[in-house]
Each structure stands twice: as C-alpha cells, then as structure tokens.
C-alpha cells in the first residue's frame, strides 16, 4: 500500500514538472514578430516575420511561412531578403518542418535545408537591452553560396 501511495505521489509530482515546462513563458526559441537585421560577409540582410491567420498560411502554401512547434496554432509570414544594386532580393523558404538540433530544442528547416532557429529563450529576454539581442539565426544555403546570419531587431 505505501509502495503504491509512493508511486502515485512521485508520478503526480513529474505530471506537474512537465506541464509547467509546456507554458510559452518558459519554453526556449520564443519567436518574435517584428524587423530584423544582420550582416554576413559585407552583405546586410532583413528579415521580417509577421503573425498571420491560419487562413493566410494555408492559402501561401508552404512558401515563407511556418506554424510555431511550440506554441501550436500560431502562424508567421517569414520574409528574408537583401539589396544588392538597389534591387531587393528575395531569399524564399519552403515548407518549414519542425526539427531538433544538439544546441537548439526548435529549429525549422526547410525543403533546400535552409534553417531557421529562435533564439529568444524567454519573455523576460524582450523586457532588456534589445538592441543587444540577436533574436533569430539563419543559415541559407539554397543557391550557390551559404549564408549564416544571427539578426537583431531593428529599432
């Protein structure tokens, strides 16, 4: 009886640690909306991500957009582009996939292995020194040449 009252007792108390760990205030790879920039190799890059409907995301068909792993039923436009000669150009993304790396738990990849990873941990990161953060990397490697950019907002 004590041996079954035990195993109770220890299996609501890991019940009650893993639902606590489920809420977005405490989970890692937070994504923000907003405008970001970074620089890689003398070229500077934008980003812009923006929360949309659920309609919005199945009408893109896969193309810039991403439903958030860790905070299900939450939708993003994802724009990255650069100028180069005036000229705006657009670096697209593809069918976002939710996958885990060693150092990141959320990080998307796309159908040309492109990644894109949170890197804000917590809300409270967005209430201090913003402009000091980086809150996204990416690493684009669809065409001929590779990009690793970490972007900070852009305030």
Do not use: W
């Not at 939710?98 to 990161?125: A, L, R, S, W």
């Amino acid at each position: 009886m004590k041996n079954t009252v035990f195993k109770l007792l220890l299996l609501n108390c890991m019940l009650v640690s893993l639902s606590s760990c489920l809420t977005i205030e405490r989970r890692t790879n937070f994504i923000v909306p907003g405008e970001f920039y970074g620089e890689n190799l003398g070229v500077t890059f934008y980003l812009n991500i923006n929360k949309i409907s659920k309609d919005n995301f199945d009408a893109a068909d896969g193309l810039n957009v991403l439903e958030d792993f860790a905070n299900p039923n939450n939708y993003y436009s994802i724009y990255l582009y650069y100028v180069d000669d005036d000229n705006e150009i657009n670096l697209p993304f593809e069918n976002f996939k939710h996958t885990n790396t060693p150092m990141q738990p959320v990080t998307y990849i796309d159908d040309h292995k492109n990644y894109f990873t949170p890197m804000i941990m917590n809300k409270d990161e967005l209430s201090t020194q913003l402009s000091d953060k980086y809150f996204y990397s990416i690493d684009y490697n669809r065409y001929s040449y590779e990009y690793f950019v970490y972007f900070k907002m852009m305030l």
